[in-house]
């Protein structure tokens, strides 16, 4: 007898703050990508879909994103310049 199935992996890549369509407030976006694997006997052998989502922290809502959108997201973030605020290297 073969068992097999499949099993949901959640990443969380990332917090954002972007601006919600649905309540429109600019809040907290986590980032998530869903990878669902098939398995074979429990094991997990190869990926067969993975997903790309973001969540309004604000009011729960779950926008599907393709992999463009997620890797240009967090892109813009890293160019954010959030180190202006550490102090000065000292040897
Ligand atoms: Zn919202």
Redesign the pocket.
């Known amino acids: 007898m073969i068992i097999f199935g499949t099993r949901s992996y959640l990443y969380q890549l990332a917090v954002l703050t972007l601006l919600?369509?649905?309540?429109?407030?600019t809040?907290a976006?986590v980032l998530r990508k869903r990878v669902t694997k098939f398995t074979l006997f429990f094991v997990p052998l190869f990926p067969i879909s993975t997903k790309y989502t973001s969540q309004?922290?604000?009011?729960?809502?779950e926008q599907q994103g393709t992999e463009q959108q997620t890797n240009q997201l967090l892109a813009h973030m890293n160019q954010q310049p959030h180190n202006q605020f550490q102090p000065p290297y000292q040897p």
């Open positions: 919600c369509g649905r309540c429109g407030n809040a976006h309004c922290t604000f009011c729960g809502l």
